[in-house]
């Protein structure tokens, strides 16, 4: 077969075209650190990356909501220390109060160091975090706790829901993030059926102190003691959700670690490989090109000719 100077030319700007995009791939790949430059380098490895970054973003929400889970638990378990200390300052007061020894005039003055306390624990379970109540349930908008509106008893009121907020840990785990009033406070039995709801007793160890009752005063603190336990059961669950939240938080570092480490493997280039590989293309390009020259000089002089 006669090969002709036609032949030879459109052969090597084939050649010539494809070190160039050889080159170009390789350039792209150190610049950028990526393997893959587009579906059609590797679809398999594409389609991989892919479903790792899917897996990466879901990790990310989560991760998110890992935050926003202490964050909530953090508040109610600071709460429910708050609300502890409050009571066992009053029953501290109370026991004061129930000795024969203590005055009258003590005991009123004892009085007002309890309704320092309910003050104290109101100003707590109605707190608000950006404008919005805490402890109110879905109802976020008003005081979960106030005076009851027709006087009487109970003194004091809850004026929220039973609404709790859950928040996911993986596809398949919520954990309860939230507390209320309700349950804080036992309106309506939430803790402890059997007991008064703590605000009814502190009022009433108030009033007995004021009316020098000491049988009242007894009361008063053996119902207060039942609050107390109550508030510390209820700060121990907290707790328990606050340490699953803390495994899910190492689940999901150890998770985007691995996958991350993946994704490296199926879409990152090795450096050392790649600008090896590079160097050598460049030396067929310059190669190629020089070739192409030389064709074209010795095309031009037989034309010449």
Known sequence: MRITTQMMNTSMQANLGSAIDRLMTLQNQASSGKRIQSVSDDPIGAAQAMGY???????????????????????????????????????????????????????????VQVQQQIDNILQDVNATNLDHHLYGGFATTSDPVSLNPAGGSPPYVYNGDDGVTKVAMNDSTEIQTSLTAKQILNFGGAADASSPDLMTTLVGLRDALNANDTTAIQTGLKNLEGGIQSTITLRGLVGARA???????????????????????????????????????????????????????????????
């Not at 508040?75 to 009258?104: F, I, P």
């Not at 938080?249 to 090896?276: F, G, H, N, P, Y």
């Open 53 to 111: 970054r899917s897996s990466l973003a879901s990790i990310a929400q989560y991760s998110k909501n890992v935050t926003q889970a202490k964050l909530q638990l953090g508040l109610a378990d600071s709460t429910l220390s708050d609300v502890t200390k409050a009571l066992q300052e009053a029953k501290r007061v109370g026991l004061q109060g129930a000795n024969a020894a203590t005055s009258d005039d003590q005991r009123k003055a004892m009085a």
């Open 243 to 305: 340490q699953q939240v803390e495994l899910h938080a190492t689940r999901l570092s150890d998770a985007e670690a691995t996958i991350s480490e993946q994704l490296t493997s199926v879409e990152d280039v090795d450096i050392t490989k790649v600008l090896t590989q590079l160097q050598t293309e460049q030396n067929v390009y310059q190669a190629s090109l020089l070739a192409t020259s030389k064709m074209v000089q010795s095309s031009l002089a037989d034309y010449l000719k």
